[in-house]
């Protein structure tokens, strides 16, 4: 009884977020603004990426980011003062993931009329953001080497519907069990068409090919 | 509208999930079993300490294992071959965590009438988990060294509700900025009873107090 009255709820929360994922997408297609979803587990960096991913590309394009989480703002504050970008922090009140009426939400309290690329940084957690198209242009999963080479095998939704995967922290690679073949092969068994970047957030490593590939996936839809 | 609907539902879940909670600890103490609720990001080592811990007790006690997962069962199978205890594999069909309902049907079907110990490996997630009480004795959430020290900021509900936090992967700590007095700092602010413990799953560093706290806990219930 129980198993059937939340199926029947996340159904119709599912239909909703189709639809306002839609209108997300139209909006910032109006707006000509590149919408990417980042997304990884708790401490896999994506605050840190971040940073640096701005800093490489702000000469470029007027940069905006959209904070997610549960609570705090603690991300927030370390972007705005380290890349200078506008920052909206979204409290998710207690929800594990960003939906596309959140999104949305964000969006138009932020305003984007001056801006060309929003970057949303979803609450970190592999198993929700995965379930929820926000609309966004591209979704990216940043994947630490910490974690271990068998998560894909483990949250296989993230990696089947990821756009491009981050491998980052490759500069803790020597103290660590994580073999990358091995995580791309897992990968590219749910995905064959993913994107891979071996980057290290801490020192820089790879990042020059990630802005490459940036630059050319915004001017694309920008141009 | 959305929003009210949703909530109307959350209520009737955990108003739901908190009577299944009270059934299971009373389910527990009737068969004499002390149930250990093991949480983490993913990544974090929660398989690898379990194997340690259980290596750690399995003289003294009568240990079984559930497995929760989104979807695979490769860290059972690792369990399994590692320690030879009984394990369980469930898997929770896309849910982000086990609730009271879940762990009462997996002890029921594992069955527990030759068991002292079970242990629960949750969902990889510092969210969704906190929020259900699956009637466990001892809640233990695993912070890695590599997903920093503002962890307790982020996900405050998980570590207010922690019994015990485990420091793990400190043999990784020369290459990460992660310092362990700030983030027992933060743990305390939340959560000023909550107990700390600083290993390696990797090297055994730090288990020999958690196996004492482990057995001093088990025993003091099953005496």
Redesign the interface.
């Known amino acids: 009884m129980?198993h059937i009255?939340?199926i029947d709820?996340k159904e119709?929360?599912e239909a909703?977020n189709e639809q306002n994922a839609a209108d997300v997408r139209a909006y910032i297609k109006r707006k000509k603004v590149y919408l990417v979803n980042v997304m990884s587990?708790?401490?896999?960096g994506k605050t840190t990426t971040l940073v640096r991913t701005i800093n490489g590309l702000k000469e470029k394009w007027r940069i905006a980011v959209m904070e997610a989480?549960?609570?705090?703002s603690?991300?927030a504050r370390t972007i705005q003062v380290l890349t200078g970008a506008k920052v909206i922090q979204l409290h998710t009140g207690?929800?594990?993931h960003m939906d596309a009426?959140m999104t949305m939400e964000g969006l138009m309290t932020m305003g984007i009329d001056d801006v060309d690329v929003v970057f949303l940084e979803n609450?970190?957690?592999?198993?929700?953001p995965a379930?929820f198209d926000v609309g966004a242009d591209l979704r990216v999963e940043i994947l630490?080497v910490?974690?271990?080479d068998?998560?894909p095998?483990?949250?296989?939704?993230m990696f089947r519907r990821a756009d491009v995967v981050i491998e980052n922290?490759m500069?803790?690679i020597k103290?660590?069990d994580y073999d990358p073949a091995k995580a791309e092969e897992r990968i590219r068994a749910l995905n064959p068409d993913c994107v891979f970047f071996a980057i290290s957030a801490l020192n820089g490593e790879g990042f020059s090919s990630w802005i490459d590939y940036l630059n050319y996936k915004i001017a694309e839809k920008l141009k």
């Open positions: 129980n009255e939340i709820v119709r929360v909703l587990s708790p401490g896999a989480d549960v609570d705090s603690v991300d207690g929800s594990c009426g609450v970190g957690n592999l198993v929700c379930e630490s910490p974690e271990g068998d998560k095998l483990k949250y296989p939704l922290k500069d803790a103290v660590f």
